[in-house]
């Protein structure tokens, strides 16, 4: 298991989930709720603020395919915002397979006993926890870094 500590992605339409690990690559905690923006300035900077904090040596970003394994709307957003991650972070960046974290963060909360209502502000958290901690455990499973490498594309 390589060492230091991930930042988990969770991107959604309107917020993005952060979470991170500790240094030895164990568990994943949730971090923060970033609102999404449109033009992507204060979004980026603020997950940059966090790897720099976090001196994280890799960041993992969920990949929302549908439950039949095809690419959708989100897949192709998630795949952008990871390619200018890449460009900017200066850190390694992988896509994971997300699929049902969503889901299961909001079977986990409401088993924890919170409502809807007040699951909304965590819930990206949470779901970044989880895509975190499979791609943890996939790779002390397997020994290799899970999902797949970003390659930033060159853009004008």
């Known amino acids: 298991m390589r060492s230091g500590v991930r930042v988990g992605v969770d ?15 164990m568990l994943a ?16 900077a603020r997950i940059r603020a966090v790897v720099q904090e976090l001196e994280a040596v890799e960041v993992i970003v969920g990949l929302p395919l549908a439950l039949s394994g095809n690419v959708t709307a989100s897949t192709d957003d998630a795949i952008d915002f990871a390619d200018r991650l890449a460009r900017t972070l200066g850190v390694p960046v992988r896509l994971v397979d997300e ?7 909001q079977s986990a909360l409401r088993a924890s006993g919170r409502s809807a209502r007040t699951q909304r502000p965590v819930i990206d958290q949470v779901a970044a926890t989880i ?10 499973a397997s020994g290799r ?9 060159e853009r004008p």
């Open 99 to 105: 699929r049902l974290s969503t889901v299961s963060a």
């Open 131 to 140: 895509i975190l901690q499979h791609a943890l455990d996939s790779e002390r």
């Open 11 to 25: 991107v959604g339409k309107v917020r993005i989930g952060l979470s991170r690990s500790d240094t030895h690559g």
């Open 29 to 44: 905690t949730p971090v923060e709720t970033v609102a999404r923006d449109p033009s992507g300035l204060s979004d980026f």
């Open 145 to 153: 870094p899970p999902g797949s490498p970003v390659e930033p594309t």
